[in-house]
């Protein structure tokens, strides 16, 4: 049985950029471009020509893939030409192989926002799209509040898509621009577009989740016979954002009837790099990953119930609506009060401990744990300290240094050519075996500036463990993540970091106090202890 | 026209309980108990009495709500009878009016997890759901796994809920435990529970977001026939959360034909504090609440685009889906590259300020702020920061004092007691007019204990500032939040401070720097003097 084609085309860096606190560079472009390339994605809309510097920087310097770049912009203004249109001019001029404008097809917006008549606006998408098609180029046509429009004034809306597709847009894509429509407005408003004429084949689909149903307005519109849907990585656009690819792809390819009737670009191979595609867009943008996004959060796959876990251990398809190694994802299998004893188990091999069952030592260490989360530790959240907990109650935590006290500086001042500087220095006594040692740092990155007093610290520290410095070396803090939280009855603050090695491994540590340096000097100890355990490092 | 009752059914208290990273407290619990019952749901699941101290403690002390106060559990285990099933008596002992439990419905778990008979397990849910009648009880039961059960084995999942209704239950709720079902699932199970013979109004849904689907498949299901909702405040829940009840409740009552057919426990007043109740559980959690999410987020009725932004201005109906206030929401038009001097005008505007269209100092604020966040500054999430910028380029912003230099210690050590201590300790030079003034204070909270560098100097400043100091008095610091992000090529660290003062004022600053204490001092100044001009206080 042959599958029939279904498109994806991605508007992460036009109406993604449209986030609020969102702002990609040309570089973030370029990167993101190439990562929905390799996805496997049919369609790549890379913004707006001439809107704005980067925009038009990145179209003048666009990358080359193998999906079909795409500019976009919107219909010629009414009382000119097509070819009289300064904005159209611009978007023509990125020399892109195809082209989305966008336009209205609400006739409230026709005459209140743009105060033009109905019969010019029909004339302004004709114009517009022949114009496109006129230039070689494969001329797309976003039906902005085709969905509103088509409630409002049903004859008006299809005759603004009838316009577009009869002037050879290869794509018509119905637009709930506000994100109010629901589902079965969805069904009804496509049904209507293909009744009026517009071939499935090709209608495309643009939905907002501000109802949170952009995913299933999405699948709607494919089952009313649309082949096209747009959306976004991790669901970034406007306001509540846009349909989520990442949430969509793995659906239209591991679930029926989607798998068996569509085809669509990305292969399996894609779809197992999805989890590393989603938490790459985070990395860009500087986000936490969303813990529980579907399919590919931290939490999509983690089994925090006891009987959950249990069942699991038998057989994951129990709790499991898909193998998450199929989308790049893995099981995890969190400490918690609710969790047992297995659990336990479970997470201490999977740190490469085993424990029998029945050691006593585990009620200890879950006691342990919640009586440390309730001063306001996180361990899901940061696995290594977790491990360090259970090495100190089974004796497999060596010694390896000693910190008998610190003190860290920052001065902020004008030096004498009176320019306002911070200097940050750290003096720490570490005692490793009968040694003890002094020294101290000023903190500063590779061009000298000051970079505050965890780097202070961390530096010193370095300086003063000797033996371990080989093995340091390459470790190198990540992130930091600060949060006032409640540790009893006292606020405290929560410091994870996340640190890396050269040897490609990532762990997150956390450090509780009521002082933000102390909390994250615990979780940085931590850090530096964890790698030396996973270097296999002896104590000297 | 009378509307048909349809119930909602909240089980953040334990499903929600099961999100990675959530551990509810019985004064979280109480807490939430009672925001859900100002909000006029129809049931509160408290939890799982005997499962854990904490629920256990709920249910002893549990709150007098409007709401069916309801207490979870799962069916009798086999080879005993309900009164002689020690996990049952404990939560039929918890005394609640409605008791819900949880079964198997899919043949592959009964024989696979529970292993036991498909028999056996068709006895324990009659036997189970007669217990809880016999004993005076609304007795619910939670058909788990019955989509996936359906498809398996029809017939089977079919007898066990029916098993479960003409034992007199008075709601049987479909749950799609594993969350991978799709709408088409979904419609497909009610048709054929109703058809079974379970009325509709007899029947609930409770489904999981692991395919971005819980809301639809929530609507979906009572399209075809089903009467109760089962979901969680914001979506919280196992792996990727529940039906998020924040989404659905507007979309229930605003959107058609739910509002005309339906009528559910909120009214339009409960609505508009929903906002509000989603803030409060993210503020239980010390959570940062999710700004795109549907209706509630602080994005969600935010307009970036400049198109969008000019026809807000004009009718806000081109561009919103529902009027932000009917949730409890408000309007947000945020500064970026994006935004155009129309929307810089609006900020401006709610600040007080007002500026003349086409004043040639709001290019050079628009300037300004793009250059800044290019250094990692977040105007979006610090608008009292943005103000100050946008009032230095207007010659707005009095000079009140200026930092000469400061200089703050971080120490730990061991005490003569040998316990670990840490002390904090800054000095703060600052002039006010003619005047220089030197200070010194050690961080401290109202018990004497060290609360870290940027109290210290908080503390510091705070006595520095004579003729200011009645002002600031009521000025706490809320929150602090850090990231690495990047300011230009380097990495730099981004705080955002949330203050409050006594007149119920909450506002956010930014401070930026590769130093956490100099980036916090930053963001700490900028407080401090958003305050002073609240306050209408002269410079000295």
Redesign the interface.
């Known amino acids: 049985m042959t599958r029939e084609r279904l498109y994806l085309y991605d508007t992460t860096l036009r109406d993604g ?5 969102v ?1 990609f560079s040309f570089e973030d472009k370029t990167r993101i471009a190439a990562a929905l390339d390799r996805l496997g994605l049919d369609y790549i809309e890379g913004g707006w020509p001439g ?2 510097p ?1 925009d038009s920087e990145f179209f003048a310097r666009a990358p080359r893939t193998r999906a079909t770049f795409t500019a976009f912009g919107m219909t010629k203004r009414a009382g000119r030409s097509a070819a009289n249109d300064d904005v159209l001019a611009a978007v023509m001029n990125a020399n892109t192989p195809a082209v989305c404008l966008v336009g209205k097809t609400h006739d ?2 026709v005459t ?2 743009l105060g033009i008549t109905l019969e010019e606006n029909l004339e302004n998408i004709a114009a517009s799209v022949a114009h496109v098609v006129a230039g070689g180029r494969e001329a797309l046509f976003d039906a902005e509040h085709f969905f509103d429009g088509y409630r409002a004034n049903p004859d008006y809306a299809l005759a603004c898509i009838r316009a577009a597709y009869q002037a050879g847009a290869r794509w018509v894509v119905l637009c709930d ?4 429509a ?3 407005d969805i069904r009804k408003g496509v049904k209507a577009a293909v009744d009026a004429g517009v071939p499935g084949a090709r209608l495309g689909i643009h939905t907002h ?9 999405s ?2 519109a494919v ?1 009313a016979g649309a082949r096209q849907i747009q959306g976004t990585l991790n ?1 970034l656009g ?4 846009n349909a ?1 690819l990442v ?1 969509l792809i ?2 239209l390819m591991l ?1 029926e ?1 989607y798998a068996s009737q569509f085809e669509i670009g990305v292969t399996q191979d894609g779809l197992r790099s999805l989890t590393k595609v989603s938490r790459l867009l985070d990395d860009i943008l ?1 986000r936490v990953p ?6 590919v ?9 006891g009987l ?1 876990a249990s ?1 699991i251990a ?2 994951p398809t ?5 193998p998450p190694e199929a989308v790049g994802n893995a099981r ?1 299998i ?1 400490m ?3 969790a047992g004893q297995s659990n336990l188990r479970e997470r201490l091999e999977a740190a490469g401990i085993t424990v029998e069952k029945g050691d006593p030592r585990l009620a200890l260490i879950l006691e342990d744990i919640k009586a440390r ?1 309730d001063r306001g530790f ?1 361990y ?2 940061a696995p290594a300290s977790f491990e360090l907990v259970a090495r100190g109650h089974l004796g497999l935590l060596p010694r390896f240094f000693d ?12 030096n004498a050519r009176n320019e306002r500087i ?1 200097v ?1 220095e750290a003096v720490v006594v570490v005692r490793i075996g009968d040694e003890r040692l002094m020294s101290v740092s000023e ?1 500063r ?1 590779e061009s000298g ?6 780097n202070a610290l961390s530096r010193a520290l370095a300086k003063d463990l000797g033996p371990y410095q080989s093995s340091i070396e390459d470790l190198r803090l ?9 540790g009893g009855t ?1 606020a405290v ?1 929560r410091v994870i970091i996340d640190s890396e090695d050269g040897q490609g491994r990532r762990w997150s540590t956390v450090g509780v ?6 909390a994250s ?1 615990q979780a940085l100890l931590d850090s530096i202890v964890w790698k030396l355990l996973r270097d296999g490092v002896e104590p000297a």
């Open positions: 950029q449209q986030t609020q606190g702002d809107a704005n980067t409230f917006h209140t926002a621009t506000n994100g109010g629901l589902p079965h989740n501000d109802t949170e149903n952009a995913v299933a307005n699948l709607v089952a669901g406007e306001r509540c954002g989520n949430s793995p659906t679930k009837p500087n969303n813990p529980a996004a579907p399919y959060g931290a939490s999509a796959f983690t089994h925090k119930a959950h069942a038998k057989d129990t709790y499991e609506h898909i995890f969190p918690s009060n609710q989360e996180a899901d959240t910190v008998e006290r610190y003190r860290v500086t920052v001065d902020r001042r004008y911070t940050s903190s990155d500036h000051d970079q505050g007093p965890v990540v992130d930091f993540r600060v949060r006032i939280t409640n006292d603050t106090s009521a002082n933000v340096v102390d000097f």
